[in-house]
Nanobody, 119 residues
Framework: QVQLVESGGGLVHPGGSLRLSCAAS????????MDWYRQVPGKQRELVAT???????NYADSVKGRFTISRDNAKNTVYLQMNSLKPEDTAVYYC?????????????WGQGTQVAVSS
């Protein structure tokens, strides 16, 4: 079992910045690939950014150059730094990881944190 708790969402003006945090439970955080997803009502959840255990990152085209995913294994925390925010970034942002045990995949999600970009 992995518990994920997001924080850092809020209301920001276009062009502004926010940093989301996701704290994970357990002692194996350092080996997990961690993701940030986002979801707008009525739409599918969208993968925003991924960071592997080795620190490799990948981003959705819509956020490349504006968002940065990072991790602090000593704090069991993954971050999403969001700069130059646009109204279309408004969504609920979720932290996610998957754990494989004996050939079975378990997905873990945080409760989500709301990001609203509006003037």
């Amino acid at each position: 079992q992995v518990q994920l708790v997001e924080s850092g969402g809020g209301l920001v003006h276009p062009g502004g910045s926010l940093r989301l945090s996701c704290a994970a439970s357990g002692s194996l955080f350092r080996i997990y690939t961690m993701d940030w997803y986002r979801q707008v009502p009525g739409k599918q959840r969208e993968l925003v950014a991924t960071i592997t255990s080795g620190g490799s990152t990948n981003y959705a085209d819509s956020v490349k150059g504006r968002f940065t995913i990072s991790r602090d294994n000593a704090k069991n925390t993954v971050y999403l730094q969001m700069n130059s925010l646009k109204p279309e970034d408004t969504a609920v942002y979720y932290c996610h990881t998957e754990v494989w045990v004996a050939g079975r995949r378990d997905d873990y999600w945080g409760q989500g944190t709301q990001v609203a970009v509006s003037s």
